[in-house]
Structure formats: structure tokens, C-alpha cells
């Protein structure tokens, strides 16, 4: 049974912090082949599951250090149906594979967690199409087209669902009303140009006002995922409404827009320590912003400067 599907805890106050760029970290730093970028093949084989492990258990380490919940993130971004069937995967080995992400994280959560660190296990889920790309879907296909993976995880111990890299609205609204009718909390995390907007050219406040309206307010909260913050933090206005229900921010290591990190063949980590600085002063701007994490070429040396900065009372 879920353990905080009927009340998330990062929606009560406190700073849960998550993981970095897990692919780009087994990609980069640990020579690992991820075709389709899918990190969801490791839970294969045994070798690849402890590695998974270990990989969690850097960031839990850092959120015990510092006193704070966590949100365990499944390795299931690319495990939806038209990349699982690229990768050789029948729609039985897809379900099973979202099954067993949620089973790992279910044992870290036993060994790490502490009634004052509750840490939520939520299901990711990744567009249908190119994360840098303009989606495909209505809404209606986007709901339909979800609802399987959402409906895997509601059959789990998984107490929301994360979808992350969403560039299209309708995909977004598609996914929360999936999420919605299935019973699970959902979070709609977008992915913005250099511009401090969608590819599509459609602004975060319109994505986020029109979401909400779409599905009544549907997601439990919102986030912006696989940007660095130079390229938003002056698309918000902090005393807007649309701007309070961003609860999340997992930003890039890298200043490169998406098509030169797209054409890198090296990874760019960035600075840990400035974007340490820049989420500081972002939470400063907006309050109701609780989950902190990374995103593409950010790891734990990344989220460890992201708590110094903005939790520096923290031991």
C-alpha cells in the first residue's frame, strides 16, 4: 500500500531534496551504455541494480546529512510504450519493469527513512516523444496514450507520479488527467528554452494557468526541470498565483541550450557551488519551492552545494 499517496508531505512544509542527472551520470562518470538514453534497462540484472542502489544512496547520504525529506524518483523516464518498444520491450516486460524500479526504491526507503525525513516514492514518466521537441498528442491521446504506465504505478507502492521534460501543454494535461482519474498525485514538470519558454514558444505561466484550467487544478504541484536557472528566473514574476504552484526546481548543470548539449559529446558540469547560489536566491523569490534536485549533467556534488547554499542552518 502507498505510504503518502492520500497526503504528500513536500505539500506540508520543509525541504525534500531529490536526485541529479541519472543518465548523464551513467553515461558520463560511470562509462555505462544507456541506448534511448534509458536508464530502466540497469534493473536487468543484478549488476545493474546495485549500481542503481549505490547511485540513490549518494543523494539519501546528503538528505540525512541535512535533516530533509526526500522524493525517490523511479529510473522509468524513457519506460512508456513507443521507447520501451524501440528498446525491444512487450508491453508485459514494460509493466513489469515500472513495477520493479518501484520495488527498488521501496528498499532504500526502509533502510534511509526516519519519521522526520519522510521520503516519497514517486513513479517518473517521460514524454511520448524528444524531451527537446515539441510534443505530437492532443490531450485525449496524451491521456490515453499515459494511462498505462500511470496505471502500472497506481497498481504500486509509488505515492505519486513525476512527469518530467514536458514540452507540450496538451501532454501535460493529458498526464494529470490520467493521474487524476487513476488516484494518483501527479507533479507536470516543463522544460524551458534559453528564452525562459516552451519550444513550442508558449510561455510557463500559460502552460501553468492553462494546465490548471484544463484539468481543475488537477497536479498536485508543478516544476521546471532541464533548464538552467539563467534561463527562466526572469520568466517568473513571484507574486503571481501561477508562479506559487511551482513547488520544484531540478535545473541543468549546463548554461548550453538544448541543442549544443543535444551535439556534446563531453559533459558539462557546470559550476556545483553558483548553481548552488542561483537556487538560493530563487527560493528566496519563491517560497512554496520545497523540492530541490538537478537535472542533465548535475550530480551529488551539485545537489550537496544546492543544500550548503540554501540550507546553511543544516549540520
Known sequence: MAKYRNGLP???GGTFITDGGMETTMIFQEGIELPHFAAFILLSSEDGRQRMR?????YLDIARRHGTGFVLDTATWRANPDWGQKLGYTSEALKAVNEEAVDLLVGLRSAYERPEQPIVISGAIGPRGDGYKAGFMDAVEAEDYHAFQIGTFAGTEADMVSAFTLTNIDEAIGVARA?????????ISFTLETDGRLVTGRSIQDAIETTDAATGGAPAYYMINCAHPTHFETALDPGSAWVKRISGIRANASTMSHEQLDNSETLDAGDPEDLGRRYRKLIDRMPAVRVLGGCCGTDHRHVAAICEACLPQAA
Open 179 to 187: 493521474a487524476q482519474l487513476l488516484g494518483m498525485p501527479s507533479a
Open 54 to 58: 549505490n547511485y540513490y544512496r549518494r
Open 10 to 12: 513536500q505539500l506540508k
